[in-house]
């Protein structure tokens, strides 16, 4: 074969490749943005972010050390000027250990609202929205938040059915019903996105809100199992718009890109989790705000702190690491 005959035949093989690569971006691109506006007709109700403008300036500090605690707030009602947040979690991410932890603060906890004295603390949400919610937590357990995201229960069945189209398995103790609109029966139950969220809301039994924080916690470390599976990488384009109109968030994309690419390479273990007030450490006592939980400050804040702590873990890391081999 002469050498101009090589020479077109490798151009032409370039070119081809080159054609190829090309037509396979495209239609990535066009999967991405059909799959993404196939979620936003999944969520055609409002949008939280509407809601934003009536925010204070949220004012957490920046991360340091690579550890960042993102406030998650559940809300049910957009737009209510006097709505509640009816769940209160701290999520916690290092950087370095790519460990997750999750903290739920009862809503009840009766602390010190800063320029509003002591409430319920999912009312600190209400009179001021997540910046007093941040200044609320760091004075009465000295935690810097550095993000918020404030999530509408509306939209959570619907994420959770594009994250799990196969649903999430749940061992329900006993039959659940008053409160959620439906029955959810005893036993081993695989539970779609709107039967998952009337478990995690359901309240009235023995537990009362200490089973149902349990729950949330339970099924949001499932949720994150499904989200790094493969299906929910393909469905990535979907899931984000079906997210969009329900999460309100100042989480910059650089933080959301650092936090997935940990999930993604599989580096991080099971989610650890805490609640506040933790065991022995309040009593329920009635007050002009109604049924709350007087906490022991100390202990908390110090159980609080111990929780997120992640220096024991770095130090473990490094020992490790540096053992000689055999």
Known sequence: MKRSERRNKKRK??????????????????????????????????????????FDEFEGADPQFGEI???LLGSDSRGNEDARADTLMIAHYNQTTHQMKLVSIMRDTYVDIPDHGYHKINSAFSLGGPELVRQTIKQNFDID???????????????VDVVAPNGIEVDI??????GIGMTLQPGNQVLNGE???????????????????????????????????VHSLLNLPKLLGVVE?????????????????????GKTDKIETLRIPVEHSFEEKRVAAGEVLSIDFEQNKEALQQFLSTEDEVVDTELVEEQPEN
């Open 245 to 265: 109109p329900y999460v309100n968030t100042n989480v910059d994309n650089r933080t959301i890109l650092t936090i997935g690419k940990g999930l993604l390479l």
């Open 173 to 178: 103790p006993y039959a659940m019903s008053h």
């Open 145 to 159: 938040i550095h993000s918020y995201a404030i999530v509408d229960f509306t939209g959570f069945s619907k994420i």
């Open 195 to 229: 039967q998952l969220l009337g478990y995690v809301r359901f309240r009235h039994d023995k537990n009362n809100d200490y089973g149902r924080v349990e729950r949330q916690q339970e099924a949001l470390s499932k949720l994150k199992d499904e989200a790094v599976s």
């Open 69 to 71: 605690n993102v406030l």
């Open 13 to 54: 093989g370039l070119r081809n490749f080159f054609i190829v690569t090309t037509l396979i971006l495209l239609a990535g691109i066009i999967y991405g943005v059909v799959q993404y506006y196939t979620g936003l007709s999944i969520a055609n109700e409002g949008s939280l972010k509407d809601d934003s403008a009536s």
